[in-house]
């Protein structure tokens, strides 16, 4: 049985090549967005203020000796209250270990003011039910009509 172990953002990290071990540098709870070309206005101490995000997502999940029989598709994904769900990034793995970190670098993103929802989802080639996580980013600032990949 699938068990999500844990899911980040951060604007940067890296895996130790000795331990595998993983490090974020800059975890993003919140962030503030403006409208490119407008005047950067960051009303929040301690909120950074950015025309748009570039993102690290790492995704840690667990699986069990069943799981590494079966070929995985995996997807990462925003939502956001004005677009819905949009794919950042998708495909197909098999797990090679107990653990499998998945790391994705989301360049250019604006999601729109609100609550943007990171998620990561699994689940076996054929089968219909996700096994997802979460993480939740709090962005405050105006609308952005381009949100670019």
Known sequence: MLRALYLVCSESGVID??????SAFNIIEAVQ?????APEANDTPGVPSLPHL???VTATWISDEDDRKHEHEHETRAFSDAKGWKVLHSGKFRWTTKNHRFTVHVQKFAPEPGVCVIQHAIRRVGESDWHT???EIEVEGS???????
């Open 33 to 37: 967005i403006y409208a490119e070309g």
């Open 54 to 56: 570039s993102l690290r």
């Open 133 to 135: 996580q979460q993480y």
């Open 143 to 149: 609308s952005v009509s381009a949100n670019a990949n």
């Open 17 to 22: 090549r000795y331990s595998n071990s993983v």
